[in-house]
């Protein structure tokens, strides 16, 4: 049986859609459905009444709030996604079957923009599911073919509930590296972890600039968070981000000081400059959009100093508790 679990918080223009979406599925496995609220003050647990859900009321850390659910499962398989998303309608068929085979832990998906996002929202997705915008991390990057990956985001995965209890389950207090950390211990466990395209929810994005850019930054620090435990988990891109948001603060004074200096900052200023321009140009033509031709660029440079700051933040402060979500 398959326990699918979900944090909620205030997220009534969002659950109705996932539920949905969820219990429309085809020809599923037997399952159940927990919806784990962190004390909504809207209507989103009154929505939630309204189906066969188990409902559980829990803290607002998003970790506290997944173990709770999966404390409370029957199942042996745990699914997770978030209550702003939409899972394929053989989502849960989808997911079942990799783990007939037992050498698997746990198994994710591509979570991609909807269509119906507003513009802004759809641009930053479409940066987040690149390798310009994803710096090489799983998170939001989308592969074409099955693969064995080292993290599958809880917006769209599953474990084993043998697996997760055996790995201690989320790490609470880490909100931004919670799902990383686990990961990590099911890794070094031995445990295999699937990506499979195939396995599609749509998942809406942030809407505001400024909501982007602290989303990054706790990113950054989240990431750093997990990296003197588990250093295996953090692909060297994160560190060419951190050094070009150090590097490029760095290289003005030098510019301006030192004059034998100029031509190299230069050309890695231009370097970069038309890394993200080509980047940008040939994400425009993969989605048939000459608006990103534009959007993106700016965007980028937004996003890798966002990022690479964050990450920054947690290398020096590797020990404090990163902010909740």
């Known amino acids: 049986m398959i326990s699918v679990v979900i944090a909620t918080l205030n997220s009534e223009a969002t659950i109705v859609e996932c539920l949905d979406s969820i219990y429309s599925n085809k020809n599923p496995p037997p399952f159940e459905v927990i919806v784990v609220d962190g004390g909504s003050t809207d209507n989103t647990v009154q929505f939630v009444k309204k189906y066969p859900a188990k409902i559980i009321l829990g803290e607002k850390s998003k970790a506290s709030q997944r173990n709770t659910g999966v404390a409370q499962s029957v199942g042996d398989i745990i699914a997770f996604t978030d209550s702003d998303t939409r899972v394929a309608e053989d989502w849960l068929s989808t997911l079942a079957k990799h783990f007939d085979d037992p050498s698997i832990a746990g198994v994710g998906g591509p979570n991609i923009t909807p269509d119906e996002d507003p513009f802004s929202a759809r641009c930053f997705g479409a940066l987040m599911e690149s390798f310009l915008g994803s710096s090489?991390?799983?998170?939001?990057?989308i592969y074409r073919s099955v693969r064995e990956v080292k993290h599958n985001p809880p917006v769209n995965s599953a474990v084993r509930k043998s697996v997760f209890q055996e790995a201690g389950g989320f790490t609470e207090g880490?909100?931004?590296a919670q799902d990383v950390m686990?990961?990590?211990k099911i890794k070094r466990m031995g445990g295999r972890l699937i990506y499979d395209p195939e396995m599609l929810v749509w998942h809406h994005r942030r809407r505001t600039l400024r909501g982007f850019i602290k989303q990054l930054v706790l990113y950054g620090i989240g990431r750093a968070s997990v990296f003197y435990k588990y250093p295996e988990?953090?692909?060297?891109?994160?560190f060419?981000?951190?050094?070009?948001?150090?590097g490029t603060i760095l290289s003005i004074p030098l510019y301006i000081l030192v004059d034998f200096l100029k031509p190299v900052i230069a050309f890695g200023w231009v370097a970069y400059l038309l890394f993200v321009m080509l980047s940008s140009i040939y994400m425009a033509v993969q989605k048939r959009k000459a608006a990103l031709a534009v959007v993106i660029?700016?965007?980028?440079?937004?996003?890798?100093?966002?990022?690479?700051?964050g990450f920054l933040m947690g290398l020096i402060n590797p020990y404090g508790r990163d902010s909740k979500k």
């Open 240 to 246: 060419c981000v951190a050094a070009f948001a150090t």
């Open 182 to 184: 686990l990961d990590a």
């Open 233 to 238: 988990s953090l692909p060297l891109t994160y």
């Open 136 to 141: 090489g991390v799983r998170n939001t990057v």
């Open 297 to 309: 660029p700016p965007l980028a440079i937004i996003e890798h100093f966002a990022l690479g700051f």
């Open 174 to 176: 880490f909100e931004w």
